[in-house]
């Protein structure tokens, strides 16, 4: 069975940093393509970013030059790297498998002065 536990959420002011990690058990980790969501309160999931297992990198507009994915399929790890944030990246972050049904419990990330 897979599991994905996030960690790394928290509260930080307008400007800083968090690095969120996303660590998998099982087997399928390295085969499949990872991404973070998020979730805002009255608002729909949204993709951040993802990674392909050969490192091919995606970003939502909102993010792009300020968040940076990674993953360490010998750990079977993927990051998230948030820097420069903004209150209006406030949510709860998700891992997810690409083209699987597993998800992570999710990590809440606050920007608030």
């Known amino acids: 069975q897979v599991q994905l536990v996030e960690s790394g959420g928290g509260l930080v002011q307008p400007g800083g940093s968090l690095r969120l990690s996303c660590v998998a058990s099982?087997?399928?980790?390295?085969?499949?393509?990872i991404a973070w969501y998020r979730q805002a309160p009255g608002r729909t999931r949204e993709l951040v970013a993802s990674i392909s297992n050969g490192g091919f990198t995606n970003y939502a507009d909102p993010v792009k030059g300020r968040f940076t994915i990674s993953r360490d399929n010998a750990k079977n790890t993927v990051n998230l790297q948030m820097n420069s944030l903004e209150p209006e990246d406030t949510a709860v972050y998700y891992c997810?498998?690409?083209?699987?049904?597993?998800w992570g419990q999710g990590t809440q990330v606050t920007v608030s002065s």
């Open positions: 099982g087997r399928i980790f390295s085969i499949y393509a």
């Open positions: 997810h498998i690409l083209d699987t049904f597993h």
